[in-house]
């Protein structure tokens, strides 16, 4: 049984474009979140995903947004990068018959130039 | 608002000596407390949780942790380290006054383990 899995592994952009991340969550999974870690941080929370719909989202500006698909995999948009957006972006599932623990996939490298 | 202090970046620890890695929170009710722990170029992997119930708390690769309300603290704890345990661990908290359904975690920075031979 796959766990989650995140695509691409590593990425690199520079300054004012666009990008998209791609999470599939482990299998029985249906809620899906997203965390950004900087460099020398601990992860910070992006959003989560339920059911098609944005359910929670921290404090993150507008530029970051996200999607999830009927199959329950996600993905992450940022637009307008910047040099600070540079980090491990990692995404969470969780288990859709209940429980507290959240399963995190090896995240994606985003470099900006 | 909750947060995570993990008051030491780095921790050594000679291989076959116990262990502690420190976490202190701050919460609105009652807390949902989580370590993990990450290793080089890996994700977070789920090492243990405190719900409710007893305050020591049993996970994966031997490790243990102790709850401790009056402190606020979440130590997380391993009898005998190994080599292998040396990574990145990170204590957090689950916001649940935004409610049921909400799984946010607020995490700590994160405490180096480095277990030496």
């Known amino acids: 049984d796959a766990g989650v899995t995140q695509s691409p592994t590593h990425l690199i952009k520079t300054r004012g474009q666009q990008v998209t991340l791609r999470c599939s969550p482990k299998s029985g999974h249906d809620t899906v979140s997203w965390y950004q870690q900087a460099l020398g941080q601990g992860p910070q929370f992006i959003f989560q995903y339920y059911e098609e719909e944005e359910r929670q989202r921290g404090n993150f500006p507008d530029r970051f947004s996200g999607h999830q698909f009927p199959n329950y995999s996600s993905e992450l948009n940022v637009n307008a990068l910047l040099l600070g957006d540079s980090a491990l972006y990692l995404c969470?599932?969780?288990?859709?018959?209940?429980?507290?623990?959240?399963?995190f996939g090896p995240g994606t490298r985003l470099t900006v130039l | 608002a909750q947060s995570v202090a993990q008051p030491e970046d780095q921790v050594n620890v000679a291989e076959g000596n116990p262990l502690t890695v420190k976490c202190t929170y701050s919460?609105?009710?009652?807390?949902?407390l989580f370590w993990y722990v990450q290793y080089p170029n890996r994700g977070l992997q789920f090492l243990l949780k405190y719900i409710t119930g007893d305050n020591l708390v049993k996970g994966s690769y031997g490790f243990e942790a102790e709850f401790n309300k009056s402190q606020t603290s979440f130590h997380l704890k391993k009898p005998s380290a190994l080599v292998s345990d040396s990574a990145l661990y990170f204590c957090a908290v689950r916001d649940i006054t935004a409610g049921a359904g909400s799984y946010q975690l607020t995490f700590g920075k994160g405490t180096k383990l480095s277990v030496i031979p």
């Open positions: 919460v609105s009710g009652n807390p949902y």
């Open positions: 969470a599932s969780r288990p859709s018959g209940g429980g507290d623990e959240q399963f």
